[in-house]
């Protein structure tokens, strides 16, 4: 394949500065703190085993919340590789160990928890309770057990 340009380069400017993101950050404020610590494990059989709190799914702890709450998770990677942590049906910010907002606010449903490091994040929860899937994005390890379930009550 052979590819030809024609006409004048795009101009060299600077990419502008926008500022802020203009999404509006949740108030860390009185969230309720939860921590995640991410593990692996060899079981009986010495098959590889990974889990949420010493846990494997469908063993692992429901994480309880209310409509209308905040959280601030803190998700701690005791591996020494990645987990892409991903939750499903709610967006959240991240944040710093304190709660507050860390720049650019913006929504995620997933987040990278680099190995033997923290992240830390704010989920407001909206009005859809139910049971909320919450794991590795890599799907080997939440096939290995690192997945959990968020309880949303009334």
């Not at 939750?87 to 860390?102: C, E, K, T, V, Y």
Request: hydrophobic letters at 40%; one cysteine or more; proline letters at 6%.
């Amino acid at each position: 394949m052979t590819i030809e340009l024609e006409g004048e380069a795009l101009p060299s400017e600077k990419v502008p500065d926008l500022g802020q993101s203009g999404v509006e950050p949740i108030e860390g404020a009185g969230a309720t703190p939860v921590e995640l610590r991410l593990s692996a494990w060899n079981d009986d059989t010495g098959a590889l085993r990974m889990g949420v709190n010493g846990h494997a799914y469908p063993d692992a702890e429901l994480i309880r919340a209310t409509v209308g709450e905040t959280q601030r998770w803190t998700v701690v990677n005791e591996m020494e590789w990645d987990h892409p942590s991903h939750l499903h049906g709610f967006f959240f910010q991240r944040a710093d160990a304190s709660g507050a907002p860390i720049e650019p606010v913006e929504w995620l449903d997933t987040i990278n928890v680099p190995r033997s490091a923290s992240e830390h994040f704010l989920i407001r929860y909206d009005n859809r309770p139910g049971l909320w899937m919450a794991h590795c994005h890599i799907l080997d390890h939440s096939d290995a057990g690192m997945m959990t379930m968020v309880d949303l009550a009334r």
